[in-house]
């Protein structure tokens, strides 16, 4: 079964930086998948943060991301990551990870696998 863990949330002030991991098992090593990451904020929707193709080539950005926040992966060690930086309060949420085979989407619902989320919470 394939399953993902995700990890390396915590509390940070307003302009601090975090990585978050997303441990990847369960595909066999000829598949080729993509990460991505969502995140739903109190009270909110979940909404895409950030996804990147199998070889790292592919990458999208959330609009209210886009300059601070990297997604990168080593399939090697078959992690993903995400690097959070200049955090704002609006960026307190539970995010998570997820995990489809084949090309790209920011569609959640083309996403069967996820991870158990991670709570990330910026103070003012």
């Known amino acids: 079964d394939v399953q993902l863990q995700a990890s390396g949330g915590g509390l940070v002030q307003a302009g601090g930086s975090l990585r978050l991991s997303c441990a990847v098992s369960g595909f066999k090593i000829s598949e080729h998948y993509v990460i991505a990451w969502f995140r739903q904020a109190p009270g909110k929707g979940r909404e895409v943060v950030s996804c990147?193709?199998?070889?790292?080539?592919?990458?999208y950005y959330a609009d209210s991301v886009k300059g601070r926040f990297s997604i990168l992966r080593d399939n090697a060690k078959k992690e993903g990551y995400l690097y959070l930086d200049s955090l704002e309060p609006e960026d307190t949420a539970v995010y998570y990870c997820?995990?489809?085979?084949?090309?790209?989407?920011?569609?959640?619902?083309?996403?069967?696998?996820w991870g158990q989320g991670t709570l990330v919470t910026v103070s003012s």
């Open positions: 990147i193709s199998h070889e790292g080539g592919r990458k």
């Open positions: 997820a995990a489809k085979r084949g090309v790209s989407s920011l569609v959640q619902s083309e996403y069967p696998y």
